[in-house]
T-cell receptor
């Protein structure tokens, strides 16, 4: 079983739609949760960072963490064609064996159609 | 602020050949990472440097992969000999602090390796 599971999509939505992207995880030691956006042929860039359970909002983006269910989400409001990219969830724990290594999901490919 | 620079952008080699990738991190970033991203998968950490020293190389296939970071700045990643399953994008990232959990990673655009 993978430590982090993410639906690879692809996901196609019309412009203006609300997008929901999700990841589940099995390692209860994960405490730090991130979302990265990766455009085609580019490196990932950090979108959102959260620690512990709860919501965090930044403009049109909201990150949600539910540690009891081992489930994290990224919501994109009023989606734009420029949001078309692959979205990667990433998680980290602090441990003797893995340090603070980031574990990534496989990414969800999103297309927003004008 | 200049980003993480990587070269070459693309490389095609035959199996059993050797190849090297170069990375120049953001100025002042103490921590440097090499990730392997196979098509359709998320990046997987190969090695993490803190200045000159190796912090985590537990997922580096040491029989064929090697990496060094000279003078705590630039880094090279080498594969010798390459296998077909090494076809992937090799991403370099750097961060100001040590922990990926509290110091954002800045990624380069990667080197796309094809092994035939």
């Amino acid at each position: 079983q993978k430590e982090v599971e993410q639906d690879p999509g692809p996901l196609s939505v019309p412009e203006g739609a609300i997008v929901s992207l999700n990841c589940t995880y099995s390692n209860s030691a994960f405490q730090y949760f991130m979302w990265y956006r990766q455009y085609s042929r580019k490196g990932p860039e950090l979108l959102m960072y959260t620690y512990s359970s709860g919501n965090k909002e930044d403009g049109r983006f909201t990150a949600q963490v539910d540690k009891s269910s081992k489930y994290i989400s990224l919501f994109i409001r009023d989606s734009q064609p420029s949001d078309s990219a692959t979205y990667l969830c990433a998680m980290s724990a602090l441990s003797v064996t893995s340090g603070s290594r980031l574990t990534f999901g496989e990414g969800t490919q999103l297309t927003v159609n004008p | 602020e200049a980003g993480v620079a990587q070269s070459p952008r693309y490389k095609i080699i035959e199996k059993r050949q050797s190849v090297a990738f170069w990375c120049n991190p953001i100025s002042g970033h103490a921590t440097l990472y090499w990730y392997q991203q196979i098509l359709g998968q998320g990046p997987k950490l190969l090695i993490q440097f803190q200045n000159n020293g190796v912090v985590d190389d537990s997922q580096l296939p040491k029989d064929r992969f090697s990496a060094e970071r000279l003078k705590g700045v630039d880094s090279t990643l080498k594969i010798q000999p390459a296998k077909l399953e090494d076809s992937a994008v090799y991403l370099c990232a750097s961060s100001l602090g040590q922990g990926a959990y509290n110091s954002p990673l800045h990624f380069g655009n990667g080197t796309r390796l094809t092994v035939t």
